[in-house]
């Protein structure tokens, strides 16, 4: 148990559904606020067994085959975390504890251990009990629709949300609750990007509307410009190399539908008090804006000049 006395000033919470959501979706700020002195919790829930599997060596470790793909991605998240300068990081309930559900619909969502039956309030606990040790003051997750529909998604943002009413009701749940989010300038701006992509579950959407992760400009809190951590981004998502092929639609997603952007990454607030921001908008550049500590001595600039 960690003394929280001892911990930075500074502490964010991440709750992910995968091995790999981590870097796709927030590698560049989990680098930041990792390089700049805060401490970074990240709680994966599944091992992610139903995977697929893009190294064709490995093959036969899939779900349907030895089943040890699992396993084999405890690993591919230990690499990606120490690219991403993240020391903390936990399964839900330990390692093993629930397993992927695979996409919607399919006869794996039914497994006994899948997370998409698990019970919310047991879940949950577990969560509180992180909470309660790291009390961290900002956390992220993803919206209801789990950010694109996925069960373990979904089911990751029903429990990171009960937990935090749970901690909240303790007196130790987080002040600012993120889920992340792509603006729909920035879909719009790659979608011929985004056509082009690989594996790509949206293929043959050619509106940036109908992508279930589009959200209006105005509706975005926060866009964390930490750029200068794109390359940790990069070598956390080449290290999940059975999920992410080199022209994966992930990159896309990773990259904001263009490479040249894979070090920013956009939030909507969903719990909280935005804090001081800019642009047309006022979003803002740091994730502890209007927190007591977010003028802490370890505080460096976030939020370079740049378009998107
Ligand atoms: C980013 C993410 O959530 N990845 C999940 C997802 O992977 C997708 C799945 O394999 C699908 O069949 C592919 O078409 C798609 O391209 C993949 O992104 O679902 C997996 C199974 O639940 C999960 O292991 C993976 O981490
Ligand atoms: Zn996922």
Known sequence: MTDVTTLPDRRLLLVHAHPDDEA?????????YAAT??????????????????VPALAQLAAAEADQLGGYRIGELAAACRALGVADHRFLGGAGRYRDSGMMGLATNEHPRAFWQADLDEAAGHLVEIMREIRPQVMITYDGNGFYGHPDHIQAHRVAMRAAELAGAEGFG????YWTAMPQSVLEAGMAHFAGSSDNPFVGIEEATELPFCT???QIAARIDATDQHAAKEAAMRAHATQ?????????????????????EYYTLAVGEKGPG???YGWE????????VADGPDRSPVGAAGSR
Request: hydrophobic share 40%; glycine share 16%; aromatic share 8%.
């Open 37 to 54: 002195g805060a401490h970074v919790t990240l709680v994966t829930c599944t091992l992610g067994e139903e995977g697929e599997i893009h």
């Open 278 to 280: 800019s642009g047309p």
């Open 285 to 292: 550049d740091d994730l502890f804006a209007g927190l007591a």
């Open 216 to 218: 209006p400009d105005p």
């Open 24 to 32: 796709i979706g927030t590698g560049s700020t989990m680098a930041h």
């Open 244 to 264: 992410i092929p080199d022209n994966s639609w992930l990159y896309s997603i990773a990259g904001n539908f263009g490479s040249e952007f894979m070090g920013v």
């Open 174 to 177: 987080p002040a600012k609750i």
